[in-house]
């Protein structure tokens, strides 16, 4: 997988919608109960029952987004005693949660600094040019509308799942759907692990794009042994749903500036 360090794509206004969408989702990560561990290395058993009882309070859940079936019985965040030693404590639950409104907590919601920082350099890099072109506004419902079309649309394929569906990912997967249609040819810096970390920079189609297609592998249970904790559908979903939500403003686009340099031991063409 490449990694994006920066596209050669400037904007026009300070995508302030952008920034904030980052500063929100590390402060959030910084005061998620029970994620202290994931930052000084050791996460204890009362850590994990409060980082549990919080997820199950405020992360979307296939089966209740779709069933709106409630458990009758959620971690208190409490240690206790059980039949095969300690655990969480069970109880039911003390707060009426709403499957819709989860589904916006959740894109707030990480379960890690790797899982974070990923997410928040594709933020960075693409968002803040489909927000230049949308506004922010329109920016930001976009932005929340890619997220919820990734979270149901995960939900629909995986409707028994209790299992909560965290992350900013299908959102962000909907800004690199935008920025595919609108900016293909754009230059992105990139990061290739090959003996070393080699810089190149390629066009936003190439490097997108490949994503995409490793989203879509992953999500069929092709090239990993399982899909473990990572809902690739969802990826999948919000790329799509970002791609059809720009398409209209393609025309309009204006195309991103043609870098001079070298590209490949080669200078860059304007057929890339």
Known sequence: MVIPVHDVNPVRRTPYVTYALIAANVLVFLYTPGLAGSVAGDSSLSQLCHLQAFLDHYAAVPQELIHHQMPRFVPTGEVGPGPHGAGCVLSPPDYDKSPPLSVFTAMFLHGSWLHLLGNMLFLLIFGNNIEDRMGHVRF????????????????LLNEDSGDPLIGASGAIAG????????????????????????????????VLGFWFVLQAVY???????????????????????????????????PPPPVPRGLLWGRRARHSW
Request: include cysteine; charged fraction near 5%; glycine fraction near 12%.
């Open 175 to 206: 800004v690199l759907g935008a920025y595919l249609v609108l900016y293909p040819k754009a230059r992105v810096w990139v990061l290739v692990p090959f003996l070393i970390f080699l810089p190149l920079r390629l066009p936003a189609w190439m």
């Open 219 to 253: 999500s069929s249970g092709g090239g990993v042994s399982t899909a473990g904790t990572v809902a690739y559908a969802a990826h999948v979903v919000g790329f799509l749903a970002g791609m059809l939500l720009a398409w209209p403003l393609r025309p309009g686009t």
């Open 140 to 155: 930001t419902l976009f932005y929340t509308a890619c997220g919820y079309a990734a979270a149901y649309g995960y939900a």
